[in-house]
């Protein structure tokens, strides 16, 4: 299978997805072998709703290579309860705040190769709800 059909059709690459433990009901991201919370080992994939709020946030002016720059980066707390690092996308930098509802899109993170294969991804952008109500 050729490097591009592998990604497309490998889901976390376009979902949100983590793990429930069977045994406590915790919830946990990225995913691991065992609970974070009870250690437990029974651990079941958990889609994530994909909405949260920003929790802290910086832009990163010098990209590392392989990117373009300049973006802005995110902790992102879900509405699951846990926290993830992710770029933002669709804001202007002056806009991005501490507690602003954003929602989770999958979008191209970087070309690779001299083919120019892509890479898609999770961003997060500002919430399309709360954008309408301004």
Known sequence: MDLPRYHRLTAPYYRLEGQRCTACGAVQFPPRSACGACRGLDLATYRFSGR???FSFAEVATAPKGFSGPYMVAMVDLAEGVRVTAQL?????????????????????????????????????PELEARMAS
């Open 52 to 54: 949260g709020t920003v």
């Open 89 to 125: 996308t669709d804001v202007d930098p002056e806009d991005v705040e501490i507690g602003m509802p954003v929602e989770m899109v999958t979008r191209r993170i970087q070309e690779k190769g001299p083919q120019g294969y892509l890479v898609y991804g999770y961003k997060f952008r």
